[in-house]
């Protein structure tokens, strides 16, 4: 018996209706269902269960890839029972993610949150397991603050423990439009690349694509995890979140940027994570259902990858 076996509980409902062995599996699923620094609009406690829902009342074929993910075996292993203690909800994410990974070394899985202070413990775990891992995040916040509301594990500090245990250059934004000014210094003295909404929109999908891709190479990136905060989308696609942000990304997108960046770029993506969805102001539920797909788009890039 393993650390996950301890700390990882069935999920109410399985991510797409449907159960699979996680050994037979084509990919994974995993709830971290955590809020307890939000600061704003909590509820991301509730979207690992939301967004299992959308799943499993929306498509999976993906016209980007030509791939009908219904095709391929999706175990969801449940959810991560969290502890209200951040520095503590870290270090068991990162026991529990270093276990499943060395269950399941050659299997991609996706991390439902949760508030991002989630991302910490899951790259932790990639990172002791991996060589020369990076971090695309795409998000509307830097999250680079010193603390937040004098807690160092927020979901605003959460890149800044990133930075300072790994590395600055391992981290790359897209979509960001909303920080501090000490973010923003921090962001400039240490030399983090990133491209703000309205950047991305003038450069078009190609040039951001590009740039990306140079950074990989630049860093030597061996290892790529990606974070997608839904807040990077604009509050008009997605306003079920904890901290809308006006100006945002169109879901066509970030969606084409991220699709081609896993199914093109000279790197393996191992880990990713969608968080920030807090179903208690999501109208509708869209934002669960765009969350849900933008995961299949993710995993139906990573499909058509190994295709290739």
């Not at 991996?130 to 927020?154: I, W």
């Not at 078009?204 to 905060?229: A, P």
Request: glycine share 6%; charged share 25%; hydrophobic share 45%.
């Amino acid at each position: 018996m393993g650390l996950a076996d301890l700390y990882v509980s069935r999920a109410p409902l399985y991510f797409g209706g449907v159960e699979a062995e996680p050994e037979r599996a084509d990919l994974l699923v995993l709830g971290a269902p955590y809020d307890a620094t939000s600061s704003y609009r909590p509820g991301s406690r509730f979207a690992p269960r939301a967004i299992r829902e959308a799943a499993a009342n929306i498509e999976f074929y993906s016209l980007r890839a030509g791939i009908d993910l219904e095709d391929y075996k999706i175990a969801d292993l449940g959810d991560v029972v969290l502890p209200v203690s951040p520095q503590d909800a870290t270090r068991r994410l990162e026991v529990v993610v270093t276990d499943l990974i060395d269950r399941y070394p050659e299997k991609l899985m996706a991390v439902l949150g949760g508030e991002h202070s989630i991302t910490l413990g899951v790259f932790k775990a990639l990172a002791k397991r991996v060589k020369e891992p990076c971090l695309l995040v795409a998000d509307a916040h830097f999250d680079l603050r010193s603390e937040y509301m004098e807690e160092q594990y927020s979901h605003a500090s959460v890149m800044r423990r990133i930075a300072e245990t790994f590395g600055s250059d391992r981290i790359f934004y897209i979509g960001v439009r909303a920080f501090a000014k000490e973010e923003l210094e921090f962001a400039r003295n240490k030399q983090i690349e990133y491209i703000t909404s309205s950047a991305a929109r003038l450069l078009g999908t190609r040039e951001v694509i590009s740039r990306v891709n140079r950074w990989i190479k630049r860093i030597g990136c061996e290892n790529l995890y990606v974070s997608i905060d839904m807040d990077v989308y604009d509050p008009a696609y997605a306003p079920g979140v904890a901290n809308p942000e006006p100006e945002g990304l169109e879901p066509w997108m970030l969606l084409d940027i991220v699709f081609r960046v896993v199914k093109e770029a000279d790197v393996e993506l191992k880990l990713f994570d969608v968080v920030e969805t807090s179903p208690p102001y999501d109208c509708g539920g869209v934002t669960s259902v765009l969350a849900a797909k933008t995961l299949l788009e993710v995993f139906a890039a990573y499909i058509a990858r190994r295709m290739s």
